[in-house]
């Protein structure tokens, strides 16, 4: 077996009720989204999912790192799995540019300011 290319860990750590927490904010929606995409990218053998303890910044949840990039993503949605798993594609870490312009399918104009807002989340 190949050792994998990329390890993500997702904060899943569980805080009484009514303090701010990443399963709270919606980390488990985005640990099933990423094992789909990963599945469905043919990645699952590449990348690693381990979820993880608490990160420090719960407010900013749900969190996720990437590794080796050392990437923090912070208020990551299922939605969002689909450019994460495409910066794991790349091999790099793609700019909000990078990103926005695969999302648009096009290059990044003046008007793109919410599309760049949105992306900024993963970032
Ligand atoms: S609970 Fe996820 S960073 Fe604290």
Do not use: N
């Not at 077996?1 to 860990?9: A, G, K, N, V, Y």
């Not at 590794?67 to 495409?86: F, L, Q, S, T």
């Amino acid at each position: 077996m190949e050792p994998f290319r990329h390890h993500l860990f997702v904060c899943t750590q569980e805080k009484p009720e009514g303090v701010t927490s990443c399963p709270a904010s919606g980390s488990l929606p985005v640990l099933q989204a990423l094992h789909r995409e990963l599945d469905a990218q043919g990645l699952s053998q590449e990348v690693q999912v381990t979820t993880c303890g608490c990160l420090g910044l719960c407010d900013d949840g749900p969190m996720m790192i990437t590794y080796p990039e050392g990437v923090w993503y912070r208020g990551v949605k299922a939605g969002d799995v689909p450019e994460i798993v495409a910066h794991l594609r790349a091999g790099k870490v793609l700019s909000r540019d990078e990103i926005a312009e695969a999302a648009l399918g096009r290059p990044v104009g003046p008007l793109d300011r919410s599309i760049d807002t949105q992306v900024s989340r993963l970032l």
